[in-house]
Nanobody
Framework: VQLQASGGGLVQAGGSLRLSCVVS????????MAWFRQAPGKEREFAAA????????YYADSVKGRFAISRDNAKNTVYLQMNSLKPEDTAVYYC??????????????????WGQGTLVTVSS
């Protein structure tokens, strides 16, 4: 499975961005897809995830109500719509694929396919 992330950029606080992750390979529908982010000097953290089959969605408390994860079956693409962006959302965002159990959906170690990352910078 290969993941190609895009859509990052510079935006003012309060603005919006949409990240995309094109997924290619076999058995894509069996995966849970997630977005993680890593700010400068900080550890990678979970942002959102979606089970490709069924569409169950999961969010970190820090982004709940502002971010929305979705997938497009026809395009094999996962999106992260980010609204009401804050300077603390500044990070490199990574898409990832794996098959975590429900209790581990936020654990980066449960994901074994990773995209290259896309930088999101939110100015104040």
């Amino acid at each position: 499975v290969q993941l190609q992330a895009s859509g990052g950029g510079l935006v003012q606080a309060g603005g919006s961005l949409r990240l995309s992750c094109v997924v290619s390979g076999r058995a894509v529908r069996e995966y849970t897809m997630a977005w993680f982010r890593q700010a400068p000097g900080k550890e990678r953290e979970f942002a959102a995830a979606i089970r490709w089959s069924g569409g169950n969605m999961y969010y970190a408390d820090s982004v709940k109500g502002r971010f929305a994860i979705s997938r497009d079956n026809a395009k094999n693409t996962v999106y992260l719509q980010m609204n009401s962006l804050k300077p603390e959302d500044t990070a490199v965002y990574y898409c990832a694929g794996g098959k975590p159990i429900l209790s581990a959906v936020r654990d980066s170690q449960m994901y074994y396919h990773w995209g290259q990352g896309t930088l999101v910078t939110v100015s104040s």
